[in-house]
């Protein structure tokens, strides 16, 4: 504020106010403007992996150098009697997902047991719905159901839960199949990690197959 250098007296009362009015503007109206601090940005979501991506993220022989690691193709889309096991069924079958935004797949091998392993990149939305689904359908379904796959009918006649960690979240089933009179069994994990999930299926082709605990961490190791 801009005085006159030519001296006069002014009464207390305006001397007051005019020292009053002439304080910093951050004193004048503190705590109502705008704040100059920065603000916290929330977390931005991971960004979904595209088929590339992913691709250079699946397992190689020099993850695994004592399975056999061969392509696989995604599967038949599945279907079942009861529609709340049909999400539990497909990776139980190593079955089609579909609203992916990109997936690939691929096989390990080791002794009689072979896993599939799935990767599926989503919206970061879907991700989480995903094992949502599966995990609900474990809960409603593990007295059996039937499943079709493609041309297969197969009967999954118990499902168990079994222990899951890793990735952000995970869930594991053990169950007992029968197909065209032949019994079987299968372990599956489904993982999250950020905007991808991996689905490993293992299954044996004889005998009961070996849950898929090497295969999962190799291929978790290459997801963060």
């Not at 796959?149 to 990735?167: C, Q, R, Y």
């Amino acid at each position: 504020m801009h005085v006159p250098y030519a001296r006069r007296v002014l009464p207390a009362a305006a001397m007051i106010m005019l020292i009053t009015s002439c304080g910093t503007g951050n004193d004048t109206h503190a705590g109502t403007g705008p704040s100059s601090a920065p603000k916290s940005q929330a977390p931005q979501a991971p960004k979904p992996f595209d088929e590339d991506e992913l691709t250079a993220r699946q397992l190689t022989p020099q993850d695994l150098p004592d399975h056999t690691i061969e392509e696989a193709f995604q599967g038949a889309l599945i279907s079942s009697d009861k529609p709340e096991c049909r999400d539990l069924a497909t990776v139980l079958l190593g079955g089609a997902m579909t609203g992916t935004l990109g997936q690939v797949h691929n096989k390990a091998t080791k002794g009689t047991t072979a896993t599939k392993v799935s990767l599926h990149s989503w919206t970061v939305t879907k991700a989480g719905s995903v094992l949502a689904d599966v995990r609900a359908g474990g809960r409603a379904c593990g007295g059996g159901f039937n499943a079709v796959s493609g041309a297969d009918k197969v009967t999954i006649t118990k499902v168990v839960a079994a222990a899951a960690t890793g990735g952000d979240e995970s869930v594991a089933y053990s169950a007992e199949l029968e197909q065209d009179g032949e019994k079987s069994s299968v372990e599956v994990v489904l993982v999250r990690q950020g905007t991808t999930t991996a689905t490993f299926t293992a299954r044996s082709a004889s005998g009961a197959a070996e849950p898929p605990a090497a295969v999962v961490a190799a291929q978790l190791k290459k997801l963060h």
